[in-house]
Nanobody
Framework: QVQLVESGGGLVQAGGSLRLSCAVS????????MGWFRQAPGKEREFVAG????????SYRDSVKGRFTISRDNAKNTVFLQMNSVKPEDMALYYC?????????????WGQGTQVTVSS
């Protein structure tokens, strides 16, 4: 079984920055494609960013390109999401997920989420 624990969420002003982290345990981290998703109240969960096992391939949803950066540290079993120039529409519960495959990863394991609140 794989456990994922997100941290780093909080209150941020529009235009500010926040860095989310997701610590993974239970199975070899480097085995998994990692992704960040988010869900705002009343909306469907949506893909934000994904990174392949080696970190060599990355994908973003269009609305965060140029503002968010996903990265991973396979030695520390952690994936990050650096959020810059945050906008009110980025406010959501952010989840990290572990899965297999690239492109078109299937995500099997999910964290509990960390809340990002944006003040305008």
């Amino acid at each position: 079984q794989v456990q994922l624990v997100e941290s780093g969420g909080g209150l941020v002003q529009a235009g500010g920055s926040l860095r989310l982290s997701c610590a993974v345990s239970g199975r070899p981290f480097s085995r998994y494609t990692m992704g960040w998703f988010r869900q705002a109240p009343g909306k469907e969960r949506e893909f934000v960013a994904g990174i392949a096992r080696s970190g060599g391939s990355i994908s973003y949803r269009d609305s965060v390109k140029g503002r968010f950066t996903i990265s991973r540290d396979n030695a520390k079993n952690t994936v990050f999401l650096q959020m810059n120039s945050v906008k009110p529409e980025d406010m959501a519960l952010y989840y990290c997920a572990a899965g297999t495959g690239w492109p078109g990863a299937l995500y099997d394991y999910w964290g509990q989420g960390t809340q990002v609140t944006v003040s305008s």
